[in-house]
């Protein structure tokens, strides 16, 4: 039975590791937290958004895009981050984008609004983690605040970060591990709270206290007590009694940060928690190379003059996500003959997470055809580089040859690739076409950050649309 309701401080070491016993014993079901390149032609119905192309990523980290504007974000693995000796090579980031979209796809299908109940397997592959975050915003906790470097994810709602006493064990992250008992606002909360009952995460009991349970595919996960408090964004910007998990047994390759920012639409998420200043708004321009910082933001300020906005819509497969309705591609000015259903059924999600851009076969298929056939002078490469397989002999001083591709979105709003968004760098000699097919046409379009970068990419949930504007970073 639950307890009376009452919040408490954290229970003693002794009493997490028999709930980390007592809890393994029961299944866990899972849960995902989680250009200047202009068309020769423009019809006059569609506003196309340009902006500037990208430089190569460097050594060295620079600060020449950030105007400090909102939370600073950096790359996880570029040379900005904090995690030093953190690095992955292009290869392996692909691998892990793969388990991502596997995972999103898996969670998509189920048709139920409580997708975090559903039980879902993938094949294991060693060595590979679940990329669940490629960018890193840092926010403080408690009182007095504790700043912990944390990956924030738009396909995520809850928040957690890793907590001592670890009683289950915790993976090794850059920042010392939160101490709930240095905390002066720190409280757990009681199974039959009000909290407790409205977690989608498959929740449980230990001595009356509420445990989420997020677990993750190829064995990684998070586990601990549904908590409140005190999250400070910035100087100006605290919340006292944030609800997020506090997590005691954390495993699994989730790099050196101290958590999951959640930025999905859901009534425990940060945007819902701080809906009363922030209005339900933010938005993000993620960096134009590993090199440079962009930024996270909230509220009134997110939205600038120069953003097209198109409808965001609500599907009860998957009401976490961000829905958007893609009707078209152009590739060389020319509009591909893909029909609009392709995408809208089953339907398309913009994603913060994934890195290359996810299309049903029938339009993969004929947007690599026309590309190919506007690439016609480079040298093909033939071998396959994981999941890309349209790769040239391509080197950065050759961007001016490569097709622009235009993806075209209700209420006229088309967002104009740059170079980054069009080819993914292999090496300096070779490009390949950054989008992917999915395994058949039954799976989700996923717009990935790879197509996102240097746009001013606005969530405007309360309006109802999501908008895209050149230039974001600057």
Request: hydrophobic residues 35%.
């Amino acid at each position: 039975m639950c307890g009376d309701g009452n919040t408490k401080k954290p229970t003693t070491v002794a009493a997490m590791v028999t709930y980390i016993y007592f809890f393994l014993t029961f299944p866990l079901f899972s849960f995902l937290c989680n250009f200047s390149v202009i068309l020769g032609a423009k019809s006059d119905n569609h506003r196309l958004l340009r902006v500037r192309p990208l430089p190569l990523p460097t050594e060295a980290c620079s600060s020449e895009e950030y105007k400090g504007r909102g939370l600073k974000m950096v790359h996880r693995y570029g040379p900005c981050s904090p995690f030093d000796g953190e690095r992955v090579t292009p290869i392996q980031i692909l691998q892990q984008d793969e388990s991502r979209v596997n995972w999103l796809q898996s969670q998509l299908t189920h048709n139920s609004s409580r997708l975090d109940d559903q039980d879902t397997t993938l094949p294991a592959r060693p060595g590979h983690s679940l990329n669940t975050g490629n960018y890193i915003v840092t926010i403080g906790f408690g009182t007095p605040k504790k700043d912990m470097n944390i990956a924030f994810d738009t396909g995520s709602y809850l928040t957690w970060i890793q907590c001592q006493p670890c009683a289950g064990g915790c993976y090794k992250q850059k920042d010392p591990i939160f101490n709930p008992t240095e905390s002066s606002s720190y409280l757990q909360l009681s199974c039959d709270s009000a909290e407790c009952s409205q977690l989608t995460l498959h929740t449980n009991c230990s001595s009356s206290t509420c445990v989420y349970m997020s677990r993750y595919p190829e064995h990684s996960q998070s586990i601990g007590f549904l908590s409140r408090d005190t999250l400070t964004l910035s100087s100006s910007d605290i919340f006292p009694n944030f609800l997020f998990g506090c997590g005691q047994q954390n495993s699994g390759l989730f790099g050196k940060t101290a958590g999951l920012l959640g930025l999905g639409r859901d009534p425990i998420s940060l945007i819902s928690q701080t809906a009363t200043k922030f209005g339900l708004v933010f938005s993000y321009c993620l960096p134009s190379s590993p090199s440079s910082p962009g930024y996270l933001t909230f509220g009134a300020d997110a939205i600038k003059s120069g953003i097209k906005f198109t409808p965001l819509l609500t599907k009860s497969r998957g009401p976490t996500f961000y829905f958007l309705n893609l009707i078209g591609i152009s590739v060389g000015g020319k509009a591909l003959p893909i029909p609009a259903s392709t995408f809208s059924s089953p339907g398309t999600i913009i994603d913060s997470g994934t890195v290359i851009s996810h299309l049903p076969p029938s339009a993969y298929n004929v947007l690599r055809s026309a590309f190919q056939q506007e690439m016609s002078n480079y040298t093909l490469v033939t071998s396959r580089y994981s999941l890309l397989e349209t790769c040239y002999k391509l080197g950065r001083a050759e961007a001016p040859g490569v097709p622009p591709i235009v993806m075209h979105f209700e209420g006229d709003v088309d967002v104009n690739f740059n170079y980054s968004g069009i080819i993914y760098q292999k090496k300096k000699t070779v490009g390949c076409l950054a989008f992917a097919a999915n395994k058949d046409n039954f799976g989700f379009t996923i717009i990935g950050n790879r197509q996102q970068l240097t746009f001013d990419v606005v969530y405007d949930v309360a309006g109802g649309r999501l908008g895209f504007g050149p230039g974001g970073c600057r």
